[in-house]
């Protein structure tokens, strides 16, 4: 019997609702990944946040003269776009490998194919969270701590794993399909990096302040960064972002509903 599109939307819904009701399987596995990663390692994963540290202090001292703010401004603004950005950068570019790398399991049928993708960003998570003590010490000596702030930007990076989980689905979808996908991924990755406020402040655009507006992931940015520096985001930004998030999802959805079984086939 062909199935309508109808029916691919809740065979869809299904798999993602098996995904998220089998949490222990992926969170086991993200950590599993973390584990093999830094398998007879010293330090383990600490490696990830004295590399962070390394290059925000470095850049920092190199920048800070160069945009004209003190290393009191300049830091936290930094390490906050920067590490917030190294999650996105990395589970995007991960997400072209996302279904390739685990051919054999979804041949199998072992997990939800949704499954890969949450095990994915969770992995990524962890590894923001060894970051994120970067983070911690530069607030706490440059900054007044601000426990309010500090729950908005967790909330804050809650929705940005939720936005990452779409667009990941999503490009490890065309990536399955299209094997030049992930070579225009980094390509492009490389440029938004650049056109994105990480190093510099949206506000030295000016008149072209439209270049850092139409990008999704400066909204994704001050979410995270805002309200550790005292920002008010405002309920523009909060607009700006469910946007964002909603049509992403919207996409990526109905995509997968419609070529979810042909993913084992482009493997």
Not at 88 to 105: H, K, P
Not at 183 to 196: G, P, S, W
Not at 238 to 253: D, E
């Amino acid at each position: 019997m062909k199935r309508t599109f109808s029916m691919r939307i809740a065979e869809a819904g299904k798999d993602l609702w098996a995904a998220l009701t089998t949490t222990e399987t992926w969170a086991f596995l993200g950590w599993h990944d973390i584990r093999q990663r830094y398998r007879r390692s010293v330090l383990g994963p600490f490696w990830i946040t004295i590399s962070t540290a390394v290059l925000v202090s470095g850049l920092s001292v190199m920048y800070a003269g160069l945009f004209r703010m003190t290393l009191r401004d300049y830091i936290p603004y930094l390490a906050s776009g920067m590490i917030t950005w190294s999650f996105i950068n990395t589970v995007i570019n991960e997400s072209c490998l996302v279904f390739m790398g685990s051919e054999g399991s979804i041949k199998n049928g072992q997990m939800p194919i949704t499954s890969y993708v949450l095990r994915l960003v969770w992995r990524n998570m962890i590894v923001f969270m060894h970051n994120a003590v970067v983070l911690v010490v530069v607030v706490l000596i440059f900054l007044p701590f601000r426990p309010l702030g500090l729950l908005e930007s967790l909330l804050g990076l809650v929705i940005v794993g939720i936005f990452l989980f779409w667009v990941a689905l999503l490009v490890g979808l065309l990536s399955a399909r299209f094997r030049d996908i992930p070579q225009i991924v980094t390509n492009v990755l490389q440029v938004v990096f650049f056109m994105t406020p990480i190093m510099w402040q949206a506000s030295v655009l000016k008149n072209h302040i439209w270049i850092a507006q139409i990008n999704p992931f400066f909204y994704m940015l001050e979410l995270v960064r805002n309200p550790l520096l005292g920002v008010d985001s405002g309920g523009m930004l909060w607009l700006q972002v469910t946007g964002v998030v909603a049509l992403t999802a919207c996409i990526s959805f109905l995509l997968f509903a419609r070529f979810r079984s042909r993913i084992v086939y482009w493997l």
